[in-house]
């Protein structure tokens, strides 16, 4: 890691962690774009499992390249590469799921990733503590820590509970405005869960100490176990979220999220931030303002109806539907009433129309009637 390199070589180690975070963050956008595809032929009834094969492929691709990243950089800088699969992901969503961008998703794009450089610039300083075992568990005990669990827990339960609670979908169905908080909710959710890389990070620190006691300790196991169980929890509800919505607004909510998460996490466990100049810390919270602008541009962004999902997604392709169905039952016409007008349904609506011929009884035809 980075703590254990000579001065002249930190610099290296933080362009060697940089390009391995970019690699992963690429291989995880692959990922979610494979199955999107393989969501929306699922839909069409057409076979799938190539896509489903190809996205799983990338996603066992992506822990190596992420676990190697994190290995040479710090956690704050490895969790700002997160936003590079925003670009990633609108330029293959344009090209392969053949999504049309609105001009707020291109703008919105444009300043998560300017947020996520101006963020990964500020961090490019930071170096990895160098922790014992004692001193790696002290850190989950700390006050500071166990503050920003509780609220993460309370922000993570939250999100799950507006995602994936029924009796709470049912109540709300047709509403707009809970339609794009569960949209919101997916997003957010499959990033905070996924952004939790201090347990990551602490599994490799631990396996890194090359010390064989770790091994017949209960923590070990336990922060590995979370290690694996956030990793997989994120890509799980994100695959969700992508069955659901657009991946052009999927994809920038969960890797923003992916990386307040992961900053946040990393500053207050590791400590990260305090090594931070004054120059710094402002560029930091700058480019923490121009993504929160980017988050609101993407929530903006009017979607397609044929985004459908649980809650006012449903209820928008009901309302369609039943729309449809209606408007066939006004136009289907029955009996004409007299030779200048026709009645359509039951509405009651007299619309004259103009005759072209004769039936075979020599009566005269309007347009319809020829059609039929």
């Known amino acids: ?50 896509w489903h094969c190809a996205g799983f492929a990338a996603l066992v691709l992506n822990p190596p390249l992420d676990m190697l990243s994190l290995y040479f950089a710090p ?18 969503a344009v090209f392969l799921l053949k999504e049309v961008p609105t001009k707020l998703d291109v703008v919105g794009s444009a300043l998560v990733v300017i947020g996520c450089t101006g963020l990964a610039v500020s961090e490019r300083g930071v170096k990895d503590p160098a922790d014992t075992f004692e001193s790696l568990m002290r850190r989950y005990r700390s006050p500071d820590f166990v503050v920003y669990v509780v609220l993460a827990s309370a922000f993570i339960v939250t999100l799950s509970v507006v995602c994936f609670c029924s009796p709470c979908a049912s109540k709300m169905k047709g509403s707009r405005v809970f339609a794009e908080v569960r949209k919101f909710s997916f997003g957010a959710l499959g990033g905070s869960i996924g952004g939790l890389y201090f347990l ?20 070990t196991y336990l922060v590995i176990v979370f290690a694996v169980v956030s990793t997989a929890g994120g890509v799980t509800v994100l695959n969700r979220g992508l069955k659901e919505y657009d991946a052009l607004f999927i994809a920038p ?30 560029l930091f919270w700058i480019s923490g303002v121009i993504m929160l602008f980017g988050i609101v541009c993407c929530m903006l962004s009017d979607r397609p109806a ?3 999902g649980g809650g006012a997604g449903l209820a928008h392709a009901d309302a369609l539907g039943e729309a449809v169905e209606e408007g066939l039952q006004k136009l289907s016409p029955s009996k004409p009433n007299d030779g200048h007008s026709i009645s ?14 004769l039936n075979s009884k020599g009566e005269k035809m309007t347009r319809e009637d020829a059609a039929l």
């Open 306 to 308: 044929r985004e459908l």
């Open 200 to 219: 990551l990070k602490s599994a490799l620190i631990l396996v890194g100490l090359g010390d064989g006691d770790i091994w017949v300790r209960p923590e």
């Open 1 to 50: 890691m980075a703590q254990d390199l000579p001065e002249h070589e930190v610099q290296w180690s933080w362009a060697l962690g940089l390009v391995l975070g970019l690699l992963g963050s690429l291989t995880g956008s692959l990922n979610k774009i494979f199955w999107k595809i393989g969501h929306n032929m699922d839909a069409r009834g057409q076979p799938s499992w190539k």
């Open 75 to 92: 956690q704050t800088l490895f969790s700002a590469t997160a936003g590079s699969g925003t670009i990633f992901q609108f330029v293959l």
């Open 253 to 282: 909510m969960y890797q923003v999220f992916l990386l307040v998460m992961g900053m946040i996490s990393g500053a207050v466990f590791f400590d990260e931030l305090k090594q931070l100049t004054l120059t710094e810390r402002v």
């Open 344 to 357: 359509y349904g039951t509405s009651g609506v007299q619309s004259p129309v103009s005759k072209i011929g």
